[in-house]
């Protein structure tokens, strides 16, 4: 797939998840096969701020390429000047975040709050291309609510608005994260518009992925929680379209091991205490349907050192055996 002229060879994208799509989960994703990567959304207002955290989160590593850095917000003039900043940190394309259900962000107008605004989408899109030189890329939903189902609408204006592609996670902002993804809304997206559509939602291994893109017609297919706690799905992906094979899951030790990795990463990003502090959740999901997974829960959730994940870890793997 091209988008404007970056290309990406593969098969998946890992999607840019506030909290969980930073630097180290991205990395790692990579190494595990993600062939294309979006940091966690950054606020424009923050950037045109000089605000120290909105930069970080605009971080890049080195492995990190095709990658590009998603912005939000509502305001043309003020997205497009966060586009600029985003532009200087070396990735291959802007994303503007038009999905994001959550109420702190909807609720002042950004995310998914544009779906109900098509015309300002494509305006703040228009001022996004306007303001660099990379591609601008869109992520939108399918609707507000299930009354307003304007995925269609909306992709045929961003396309006229110079957007390089489009990524539709087939769930309105009213269902949040809830079932089921409306895969057929993708499909009609797909048939709408000239510029590649990548498909989105409830993607968990090869099965869904192959599901999604034989349902939808989609150029390119993007995971974001299926991902968690199991970077290996990119992998598993990447084998069945490559050889038909269903690869097994990874043993426990392996899980473990990757766990260990990951956790690793992030203290070294983010320094011990806010490392562990956000490995909790990060664990949580390691160790989901393993067995003993609901008695290590709260020993999880006051997880403050590498001894006590490692401790953890080898808890599981006696478990298991």
């Known amino acids: 797939m091209k988008i404007g002229n970056v290309e990406i060879n593969g098969y998946a994208a890992l999607a840019p998840m506030a909290g969980v799509a930073d630097r180290a989960f991205r990395e790692l994703c990579i190494e595990y096969g993600a062939s294309y990567v979006i940091t966690e959304m950054v606020s424009s207002k ?74 300002l989408a494509a305006r703040i899109t228009e001022a996004c291309v306007k303001a660099v030189s990379l591609p601008v890329t869109v992520k939108i939903r399918s609707g507000w609510d299930e009354n307003s189902i304007n995925a269609v609408e909306m992709s045929k ?110 203290c070294e990003y983010k320094g011990d205490y806010i490392g562990m502090r956000e490995a909790r959740k990060h664990a949580a999901w390691y160790i989901k349907g393993i067995r003993g997974a609901a008695a290590l829960r709260q020993e999880i959730g006051a997880l403050e050192s590498m001894e006590q994940l490692e401790a953890i870890a080898e808890k599981v793997i006696k478990s298991d055996k």
């Open 157 to 266: 204006l961003l396309e006229s608005a110079g957007a390089a592609a489009i990524t539709v996670h087939g769930r309105t902002r009213k269902q949040m994260y809830a079932p089921p993804v409306n895969l057929d809304i993708i499909r009609q997206v797909k048939q709408a518009v000239k510029i590649p559509v990548i498909g989105n939602g409830d993607i968990v291994d090869a099965a869904t992925a192959k599901n999604m893109y034989e349902s939808t017609g989609c150029d390119f297919i993007m995971l974001g929680r299926g991902a968690l706690g199991s970077p290996w799905v990119f992998t598993a992906i990447n084998e069945y379209f490559r050889s038909g094979k269903i690869l097994p899951e990874p043993p426990i030790e392996e899980r473990m091991a990757v766990m260990i990795k990951h956790i690793n990463k992030l």
């Open 46 to 119: 923050g950037l045109t701020m000089h605000d120290r955290k909105s930069d970080s989160l605009m971080l890049l590593g080195e492995t990190e390429k095709p990658a590009a850095v998603q912005i939000f917000g509502c305001e043309p003039e003020i997205m497009a000047q966060a586009a600029k900043k985003a532009e200087a940190t070396g990735c291959c394309a802007i994303d503007i975040n038009m999905g994001c259900p959550a109420p702190k962000i909807a609720g002042n107008g950004g995310g998914s709050a544009l779906m109900k605004d098509p015309e």
